[in-house]
């Protein structure tokens, strides 16, 4: 789609006058053989395929690419150095549902009034840690396009994630606290297998067939077969007694610490033969320009002695030299016989 349709499509979409409900009920045709590639159901609603939400898929949404091109060229001519082509700009758009100049105008009004706003801070960094915003003031002629055009893809993603409130079971994501980000590149969709892939989706936006959901598709038995509660996704995945007593969630956890317990150990194993590489001061002489210092990856690389115990069968105990606690830590590393720093 990124590779093969979009070079084909956007530049006779640029060049003719294309209306916008056109190009919509082009992406709904895309829609559905994207949704039949990733081996989701068709009731998967097309806001989960292309927000930037708590699941990113590396697909562009067609109607955003088209009205960026077209953005970009209603700028590009009314812009133009040339009096006579800036003068007589023709509409790059037909239709009456959405019109550039109307949606630049928009756009620019936007950014004034961020101008007028300054810079917040965002996230907990101290002040003048997040970098500033362009102005658009100070922006050139190529600079505003391009604010321009971000501002667009900005107002194209406000208005799917309003979507995706308004969905009550798929826009459950939303709720979601902590949740790490997932950003699925090109290389991870090559890589994972089809039905990794259609679990992930299914399970983000609740779609895989649950008893539940077979309930409301089928017409379906709702029940959970080891208790009697209702099988939705949530009480599959973590909410059943049964399950939870017959210790079936306690082997898919350690089955996740074995794995992560072997990559860890791996790289433990590698650092720990590579030994320490303490450096001293690298002084310069004047006229002379320093080498560059290949930083470590890691902390774990200053040191050679570290140690590792996972909770996998037997009960952990943090060794005493450490701490002493009753707690229960699923892995615990340390380093022994010399100093951290
Ligand atoms: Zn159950």
């Known amino acids: 789609?990124?590779?093969?349709?979009?070079?084909?499509?956007?530049?006779?979409?640029?060049?003719?006058?294309?209306?916008?409900?056109?190009?919509?009920?082009l992406e709904k045709v895309v829609n559905s053989y994207v949704k039949k590639w990733l081996g989701v159901p068709r009731c998967l609603s097309s806001v989960a395929l292309y927000v930037k939400g708590i699941l990113q898929l590396p697909i562009n949404s067609l109607v955003e690419e088209f009205k960026c091109a077209k953005v970009r060229t209603e700028l590009l001519l009314t812009g133009s150095k040339d009096r006579i082509v800036s003068g007589l700009a023709p509409n790059p758009s037909k239709g009456r549902k959405w019109k550039p100049k109307v949606a630049v105008q928009e756009a620019e009004a936007a950014l004034r009034h961020g101008e007028i706003m300054g810079n917040v801070q965002i996230g907990r960094g101290g002040l003048g840690r997040t970098s500033g915003k362009?102005?658009?003031?100070?922006?050139?002629?190529?600079?505003?396009?391009?604010?321009?055009?971000?501002?667009?893809r900005r107002q194209e993603e406000a208005s799917r994630q309003?979507?995706?409130?308004?969905?009550?079971?798929?826009?459950q994501w939303l709720n979601?606290?902590?949740?790490?980000?997932?950003?699925?590149?090109w290389r991870d969709l090559w890589s994972m297998e089809s039905n990794r892939l259609k679990f992930l989706l299914g399970a983000t936006y609740d779609v895989l067939p649950s008893p539940d959901n077979l309930r409301i598709w089928t017409d379906g038995d709702p029940s959970c077969t080891l208790c009697s509660g209702v099988?939705?996704?949530?009480?599959?995945?973590?909410?059943?007694?049964?399950?939870?007593?017959?210790?079936?969630?306690?082997w898919r956890h350690n089955q996740v610490?074995?794995?992560l317990a072997a990559g860890i150990e791996s790289r433990r194993q590698q650092?720990?033969?590579?030994?320490?590489?303490?450096?001293?001061?690298?002084?310069?002489?004047?006229g002379e320009k320093s080498k560059r210092a290949v930083k470590s990856r890691s902390t774990t690389q200053e040191a050679k002695d570290w140690q590792m115990?996972?909770?996998?069968?037997?009960?952990?105990?943090?060794?005493?030299?450490?701490?002493?606690?009753?707690?229960?830590?699923?892995?615990?590393?340390?380093?022994?016989?010399?100093v951290f720093y």
């Open 271 to 286: 650092v720990n033969a590579e030994g320490s590489h303490k450096k001293g001061i690298q002084f310069v002489r004047e």
């Open 134 to 152: 362009p102005m658009w003031g100070k922006a050139d002629q190529k600079e505003k396009r391009r604010l321009v055009v971000e501002q667009i």
């Open 231 to 250: 099988a939705t996704l949530r009480h599959i995945l973590s909410g059943c007694k049964v399950s939870l007593a017959q210790g079936r969630y306690t």
């Open 1 to 25: 789609m990124q590779f093969g349709l979009f070079p084909r499509v956007m530049w006779p979409m640029s060049v003719y006058e294309v209306p916008l409900s056109k190009v919509e009920k």
């Open 176 to 185: 979601w606290e902590g949740v790490e980000r997932k950003q699925v590149t």
């Open 309 to 338: 115990l996972v909770d996998v069968g037997g009960k952990l105990v943090v060794p005493q030299e450490i701490v002493t606690t009753n707690l229960r830590p699923d892995i615990v590393y340390w380093l022994t016989g010399s």
């Open 257 to 259: 610490l074995k794995c």
């Open 162 to 171: 309003v979507k995706a409130v308004s969905l009550a079971k798929q826009g």
